[in-house]
Nanobody, 125 residues
Framework: EVQLQASGGGTVQAGGSLRLSCAAS????????IGWFRQAPGKEREWISC????????EYADSVKGRFTISSDNARKTVFLQMNNLKTEDTANYYC??????????????????WGQGTLVTVSS
């Protein structure tokens, strides 16, 4: 079983930056891939990024590519999401999630096995 704790949300002006953290508790952390999703009010939960804890490979949704960077500190069992050049449309609750497997697979909520609580990111104009 994996427990995930997301943190780092807050309010920032458009063009600003935030770094989200996802701390995991898992006995076999490197056998999981960690993803980030977000959900804006009235919208479906959207996959935005994933990292393999096995080889560090990363994937991004087009909506965040070039602005967001995912990274992992395996020693600390923590995944980070550095968000730069934030836009008002990035406002959402952000969730981290874990999927069993060495490599990122699937881009929907059903592909992930464990979820953390959300952390709210608000980007003001």
């Amino acid at each position: 079983e994996v427990q995930l704790q997301a943190s780092g949300g807050g309010t920032v002006q458009a063009g600003g930056s935030l770094r989200l953290s996802c701390a995991a508790s898992a006995s076999s952390y490197e056998d999981y891939s960690i993803g980030w999703f977000r959900q804006a009010p009235g919208k479906e939960r959207e996959w935005i990024s994933c990292i393999s804890n096995h080889d560090g490979s990363k994937e991004y949704a087009d909506s965040v590519k070039g602005r967001f960077t995912i990274s992992s500190d395996n020693a600390r069992k923590t995944v980070f999401l550095q968000m730069n050049n934030l836009k008002t449309e990035d406002t959402a609750n952000y969730y981290c999630a874990a999927q069993w497997g060495w490599y990122c697979q699937g881009y929907n909520t059903g592909s992930y096995d464990y979820w953390g609580q959300g952390t709210l990111v608000t980007v003001s104009s």
